[in-house]
């Protein structure tokens, strides 16, 4: 019996669960999932927090983080606009809801118009890159910002949209219970996308405009081609979570849209990892989770220092900075990374070599 | 040592935050605030007013055993975060009260408020939630923000004026009372000029200003808060206008003089919503106690009569046995005329009309100091009901 991995076979190596005990983690996890919501609300009075919204929240939010990794950690093209193409999306079914389309027409209509709006900032993309692709890429997030805010005609400028419940056959996802289901679905789903496009011909083009776009370029890798196509899908999924977004939230609004979200958006792929699926799930789940986490010890000391909330809410937006410098120091590949770290250390524990 | 030193105190500070658990029935209060965002220049005064009115209320033991614990949160005047707060006070705390603050979030979570049946006290005195029909669960305690404008209106109408001029955020609060104002200074027969845009977190208003210059009005109605309010009467100095300034309620204060300096005097006049910090009325005495030497704006007040209200609401509904959502709206409606020690004009909520009152005051500067030029009451009639 072999004492470790041993393929035979390069499709054996390339498999997403290479081992009977990782596919059965994972049916764990996936069972673990399925049945939480049952338990959320006993969980969530013994912690005081809102665990069913976070895991909403942190779901809505892997859609949209996979797709700027996409972008960013497969592609090497820096985004700082992905804030306002999730805007895109949730204002596109804030609109089309409100004229009275369904769920299953006005999300994809959601994806597709980001991923319209994204390839088309996405164009300078062909001669720029670095900094000055984020700066080109920042000025669509101005751009976009400034018509969510006075396009009044159209968004309902600074009084923000009302949009309503999504349901699909009858069945209304009016409460966060129902509603985890339909946004595990959709990370779900765009987890295993983004896995599997990873392993095909286009997501190694993209590696390899992202590795050396010269020598891809050599090789016969249609340069233009696969940039826009990858601003295209990472605007797409990033449009999906706006839409979700909007029909989870049910009330949408300009100030969400803005160059914070964008920034906060590449913070999560920096914290997980870029260019890796596990990454955005695990940055998602940190950014999302550490403002709450905080609010803990504010909440349960407001008896004894009863102005301290003020200063954990400005403790927030200093912690969020401190984290990135430090992931940026300590830990370039993420939270990823350590977690491969981890995972090598127990898998052998205690006799590691 | 030091490490010693530093868990007893961290088990000390756990043991005082864990203690009034184990006291009698709480009341949980959700509490909206914005002290990192752009009207943070009074909220921050706002939210610490709340949070001294929960500590007197409960060293008053005034719902007899039960406590009212408030629970203070930030949402940096960002809709979907207050309604992230909103879900987190409704499934998890389970209140059936709410302390909230800004226009936007108070009108976007109106919906939610009246299908979940939870009373919302806001900040925000948008004369759209003093209609009972629409808005069951909305309350306020300052005259309203339309209601303001009129009276503002009428005095600049006193005082000669021919042309105004509406300058205001692009935001609900600054947005939302311009129509009523409109109206109202066409009845006076006020010749209306272009509107101006000034954000809340503004540093320069120079540019709308020398556009307002040529229309040339007698006064301008400033919707913002304290901070752009400073900006807007300063740069109206520099530019050396003869306009003067009619303020809403957010945006003058005791900080106005010390932000905008001499530029305020004889310039700036504001809607007085409730008694300045430090008034003599006989209601103050306790606000001083329990600020313990820190001077607060008048906005610890609009808080601290915020919370008196509720407190008086739960009372009622207390003696009721209806200690629930539906059983605090209907407390409240029955407050008729109440005093609340000169803090503001006496406050009466009906299942009509909640507009808490119609009468403030009008204040001015005079040598960097607040004071009130004169009280004006606006009739109280139905049709204004809602705007």
């Given amino acids: 019996m072999p004492c470790g991995l041993f393929f035979e076979k390069y499709a054996k190596d390339e498999a997403i669960f290479p081992t009977l005990w990782l596919k059965l983690w994972m049916v764990a996890l996936g069972v673990a999932l399925l049945i939480f919501p049952w338990f959320a609300q006993i969980l969530s009075d013994l912690m005081g927090i809102n665990l069913l919204n976070l895991f909403n929240l942190i779901l809505i939010y892997i859609v949209g983080a996979h797709g700027l990794n996409l972008l960013t950690g497969y592609t090497g093209q820096i985004s700082l606009g992905h804030g306002a193409f999730m805007g895109v999306g949730a204002y596109t079914v804030g609109i089309l809801a409100n004229l009275g389309w369904p769920f299953w027409l006005a999300l994809p209509a959601a994806g597709l118009m980001a991923a319209a709006v994204g390839m088309i900032f996405g164009i300078p993309s062909l001669r720029l890159r670095g900094l000055y692709l984020a700066i080109a890429t920042m000025a669509a997030q101005f751009i976009l910002d400034y ?34 289901f339909l946004a ?25 405009v992202r590795d050396r776009y010269l020598s891809a370029e050599v090789i016969g890798v249609n340069l233009f081609k696969y ?12 449009g999906i979570a706006g839409g979700l977004w909007a029909y ?11 160059m914070w979200l964008s920034v906060q958006y590449l913070a999560m792929i920096i914290v997980g990892g870029m260019g890796s699926v596990l990454g955005s799930i695990f940055g998602v789940v940190f950014m999302v989770t550490l403002p709450e986490i905080l609010l803990i010890p504010a909440e349960a000391m407001t008896n004894v220092f009863p102005h301290i909330f003020g200063i954990f809410a400005s403790l927030r937006e200093l912690l969020f900075g401190l984290i990135v410098i430090a992931f940026l120091i300590f830990e370039p590949d993420g939270l990823a990374a350590r977690w491969h770290t981890v995972r090598a250390y127990w898998k052998l524990w205690p006799f590691s070599y | 040592m030091s490490r010693k030193l530093l868990v007893t105190a961290l088990a000390v500070a756990l043991c005082l935050a864990l203690a009034p658990l184990a006291l009698a029935k709480e009341i949980k209060v959700g509490g909206i605030f914005d002290t990192t965002g752009p009207t943070s220049d009074v909220g921050k005064d706002y939210a610490a007013g709340a949070v001294a009115a929960e500590k007197y209320w409960n060293a008053k033991k005034v719902l007899g055993g039960d406590m009212i614990k408030l629970i203070p949160n930030d949402y940096a005047y960002k809709i979907p975060q207050a309604v992230t707060l909103y879900k987190k ?26 299908k979940d049946k939870i009373v919302f006290l806001s900040a925000s005195y948008d004369g759209n939630l003093t209609d009972p029909k629409k808005n069951p669960y909305n309350f306020f305690i300052g005259t309203s923000y339309s209601t303001g404008i009129r009276l ?13 001029v509406f300058i205001y955020p692009d935001h609900p609060y600054g947005k939302n009372p311009i129509p009523a104002g409109k109206d109202y200074a066409k009845k006076l027969g006020l010749q209306i000029g272009p509107d101006e845009i000034v954000a809340l977190n503004a540093i320069d ?39 003067k300034f009619l303020v809403n309620c957010w945006g003058f204060d005791e900080n106005l003089p010390r932000l905008a300096g001499k530029a305020a005097d004889g310039r700036a006049f504001g809607m007085l919503v409730v008694a300045p910090f430090g008034a003599n009325v006989p209601g103050m005495k306790d606000i001083m106690a329990s600020a313990g030497g820190k001077s607060y704006s008048l906005h ?23 200690l629930n959502g539906p059983g605090l709206k209907a407390a409240l409606e029955t407050i008729k005329d109440f005093n609340t020690g000169g803090l503001t004009a006496p406050i009466t909520f009906t299942a009509t009309d909640h507009r808490p009152n119609t009468a403030c005051a009008i204040g001015g500067v005079k040598d960097g100091k607040v004071y009130i030029i004169k009280n004006v009451t606006f009739p109280r009639k139905k049709e204004y009901v809602g705007w």
Wanted: aromatic letters at 12%.
């Fill in chain 1, 147 to 180: 018509a969510m805010r006075n396009w009044t005609a159209l968004t309902g400028g600074s009084s923000g949209l009302t949009v309503p419940q999504a349901e699909l056959a009858g069945f209304s996802f009016d409460s966060d219970f129902r509603f985890y």
């Fill in chain 1, 184 to 208: 595990l679905a959709f990370a779900a789903g765009a987890t295993m996308y983004l896995k599997n496009l990873s392993r095909t011909r286009t997501g190694r083009a993209f590696v390899a």
């Fill in chain 1, 227 to 238: 940039r826009i196509m990858s601003f295209g899908i990472s605007s797409f999924m990033v």
């Fill in chain 1, 248 to 258: 989870y939230i049910t009330i949408i609004s300009d100030e969400h849209f803005t």
């Fill in chain 2, 89 to 114: 006070y409704k499934d998890v705390d389970r209140v059936f009260v709410i302390q909230g603050w800004g226009t936007g979030d108070t009108n976007a979570l109106r919906p939610l408020v009246n």
């Fill in chain 2, 152 to 164: 503002a209106l009428t005095f600049a109408k006193e005082n000669k004026a021919k042309k105004v």
């Fill in chain 2, 205 to 243: 208003a120079t540019s709308q200003l020398l556009n307002m210059k040529k229309f040339d009005p007698d006064y301008a109605w400033i919707g913002g808060t304290t901070a752009s309010t400073a900006v807007i009467i300063k740069d109206a100095a520099k530019l050396g206008l003869r306009t």
């Fill in chain 2, 300 to 322: 610890y007040v609009k808080a601290w009569v915020s919370m008196m209200v509720m407190v008086e609401g739960l009372k009622r509904a207390q003696k009721a046995g209806k």
